[in-house]
C-alpha cells in the first residue's frame, strides 16, 4: 500500500510535465501579443519590440520553457505583466476564496446528492425517484450563471436573506463567511449534485439487486442499514470516483461563479489575466489547478482500498 | 398436541407481471414440527424458492403478493408488522441461501457479517459480537477462526463461505431454519461435508429445517418428511422412506425415475436415463384440471378437466391424483 501510494505520487511527475508542456506551449501559440498590448496602441513597433524584448518573449520556445519550468520548481512563477507582483503572491492573495468555495461545494454536493440518490434507487419508480432524476436533468442542463443570477435574484434582491455578492475571509467568522458563499455553493454544486446523484442511483439500484442484499434482509436488518451500510459501502468506488472527475467541473464552473457573484478568487484571476494576456498569471493558474486535480484523483485512488477490501494495491 | 413449530396454510405468493399474473405458489399447505427436518422438492420454477421466501417474507410486495396463512409458534407471520417481521429474521428463523459466492457482502468482513445478527437480536456490543463470530467460526468448521474472522468473503472458499452463512444463520439459535439449496453451487466433496455439518449442528441447536431441494440424493441424506411441489401447488407428501419406496404422484416417480444411479453403465444393464417429458407449464394461466396433466403418461380426460384433490393414500402419505391407488404405483 505505501509502496503503491510513493509508485502513484511518482508516476503524478510525468503527467505534471506533460500538463506544463501544454500549458506553456498554449499560450506560446495562442493569438495575441502581449507585447502589443503593454505598449498600448499609440505604440510604434520599435516600443513593441523593446518591451517584447525585456520581458523575454523574442527568446527560443524550448528555452524559455525550461527557464520556466527550473523557476517553477524552484517556487517562482514569475511576474504578473501587469501588476508587476509575483505570480505566487498574486495566487496566495486569492486562493482562500476559491478553496472556501469549492469546499463548501464538494461538501454540500455529496451530502445532499449520495441520499437523494439512494432514495431515488430505493423509491425505484415513485415520484420522489421521479423528482430526483428530474433535478438532476435540470442541474445537467442549467448553466451555472442562470441558476447563479437566478438564485441572488431570489435570496438576496427579492428575500433579502443572502448577500449578493462579494465575499468574507473566515478569519473573520464562519457565519458571515458561510452567508456569503451559500448561494455562489448552490449555483456551483447543481450539475455536481446531478452528477454524482445520477450515479448513486444507478449504481445503488445494481447493488440492491444482489443476493447480499437478500442476505441482509434474511438476517432482519433494517431498511437504513441495508441502504446505508450493506449497498453503499458496496456502491462506493463508482462514486467516489465521480467525485473526483467533478472536480474539473468545480474548477470550471469557480470560474464563472465567481464571476457572478463578484468573489475575489482564483477564478476572478484567471478571467482578468486571460483578458490581459498576461501570460505569467495564466500558466501558474491553469498549472495549479492541474495539480489539483491530479492529487485529488490520487487521493481518490488510495481511497478506494477503504471502501473496497478487494482492492489491493 | 401442540401446534407444530410452523403451519403453511394455504400459501399463494403471485407476481403481478405486466401480461398478467403469474402463480408462483398457488394454495400449498404444510407443516413443520420443532426440531423435524422437512424437504421441499421439484424442479426449477415450481415455487419451491417463491415459499421460502415467503416464509420471511423477503418477496418484494409490490410486484408480489402474498396471501393465506403462516403460522410460527401460533402467530401469524403474515399479519405482522414489518419490525415485529424483522426482530424474527436471522432471530427465530434464518435462511440459507443457494449461491454462498454472492450471498455475502463482499465489502464487510465476515466477523462484522456473523456478528451484525447478534448485535441486531441479541444487543451485542461489537466486541462481544466478534468474539461470539469466533465462537461460531469454531462451531462450522472453521480452521484458524481467530484469524478469518477479521478476512472478507473474497479470501473465502465456496465451501467456507456457505459455513460462515450456516454460521450466521445459527447465531442467534433459530428455531427454524430455511436453506434454499444450501448445496447446490458446491462440489459434491463440499455438499457431503456441508450436509453432515448441517445434520450434526441441527442436533446441538435442535432447529427445525426446511431444506428446499431439487436434490433428491440430498432429500434422502438429511429429510424425515418430504413436500414434492409442482408448478406452484403441493403434489405430494411423505416421509422420506415412504416417498422413495411407494411414491403416489406419476411426478414423484418421474423425479424419481430420473434420477441417474451409480455405476448403472457398469454392470451392463446400461439404460438411458427416464425423462419427464415437457416443461412446466406457464403459472400465468389457471389451470382448471391436473397441473401436471400435460406432462403426465396417465392423464385421462377427467385430469384434464378436474384437479384433484390432495388425499391420504396411506398413513402420513398424500398425494394429488386421480389415479394414485392406495397400494404401489399407478395401475397402467
Redesign the interface.
Known sequence: MFAYAVRRVLATIPVMAIVALFVFSLLYIAPGDPAAVIAGDQATPQDVERIRASLGLDRPFLVRFGEWVWNILNGDMGVSIFTNLPVTTMIQQRIEPTVSLMVLTLCLAVSIAVPMGVIAAWKQGSWIDRAVMGFAVLGFSVPVFVVGYVLAYIFALELDWLPVQGYTKFEEGFFPWLENLILPSIALGGVYIALIARITRATMLEVLQQDYIRTARAKGAGQRNILFLHALKNAAVPIVTVIGIGIALLIGGAVVTESVFAIPGLGRLTVDAILRRDYPVIQGVVLLFSFVYVLVNLVIDLAYTLFDPRIRY | MAEPLLVVENLQTHFRTPDGINRAVDGVSFHVNAGETVAIVGESGCGKSVTSMSI?R?IPEPPGKIAGSIRFQGKDLLKLSEPEM??????EI??I?Q?PM????????IGRQIG??LR??QGLSARDAEAKAVEMLKLVGIPEPGRRVRE?P?QLSGGMRQRV?IA?ALACNPKLLIADEPTTALDVTIQAQILELMRGLKNTVGAAIVLITHDLGVVAEVAERVVVMYAGKKVEEAPVVELFNTPRHPYTQGLLGSMPKLGSSLTGTETRLAEIPGLVPSLKQKIPGCVFASRCPHATDLCVKVAPALEEKAPRHVAACHYALKEGAIAA
Open positions: 420471511l423477503l424483522r426482530a424474527i429474521r436471522g432471530n434464518s435462511m441461501f449461491e454472492t450471498s455475502l457482502n463482499p465489502v464487510l468482513n451484525e445478527t441486531l437480536h472478507y473474497h452463512m450466521i
